[in-house]
């Protein structure tokens, strides 16, 4: 019996694509039937984004397990984005990367990412407002 060594991960506490997930993960659908977002990622998408928006949530009652909540109009600042660049990748973005994600992505009259996610055919904002 032969076994092909694979390239270490590097992220090992997070498996591949190719691997089967961790238990972590376990009971989380991140599509739907229909093939948007579950209601469970964007719960999850919306934390995230959360923790490093602007203006900041408000913050739970002591003790309370909840996902953060962006507040309506949120959106992510240069530094906030160099912050999540940095825990998620270990390094902030290069400009290039940047420029690409403002072109690409919801964003501010002024080119502050926002948080709109594509559901569907339809997209809601952080108010709430859905619209095609």
């Not at 309506?72 to 906030?80: D, H, N, S, V």
């Not at 990748?89 to 690409?100: L, R, V």
């Not at 569907?120 to 904002?125: K, Q, S």
Request: aromatic content about 6%; proline content about 9%.
């Amino acid at each position: 019996m032969s076994s092909v060594d694979a390239a270490p991960s590097p992220r090992p506490e997070t498996p591949e694509p190719s691997s089967k997930q961790g238990r972590r993960n376990a009971g989380v659908k991140l599509l739907d039937d229909e093939g948007a977002i579950s209601d469970q990622l964007e719960a999850c998408l919306r934390h995230i984004f959360s923790k490093y928006c602007v203006p900041q949530p408000e913050p739970s009652r002591a003790g309370a397990m909840t996902l953060l909540e962006p507040p309506p109009g949120a959106y992510l600042t240069a530094e906030g984005l160099d912050a999540w660049a940095q825990d998620t990748n270990g390094a902030p973005f290069s400009q290039e990367t940047k420029d690409e994600l403002v072109e690409f992505l919801d964003v501010t009259d002024d080119g502050r990412l926002t948080l709109v996610l594509a559901t569907g055919t339809l997209r809601r904002d952080l108010t709430g407002a859905t619209y095609f």
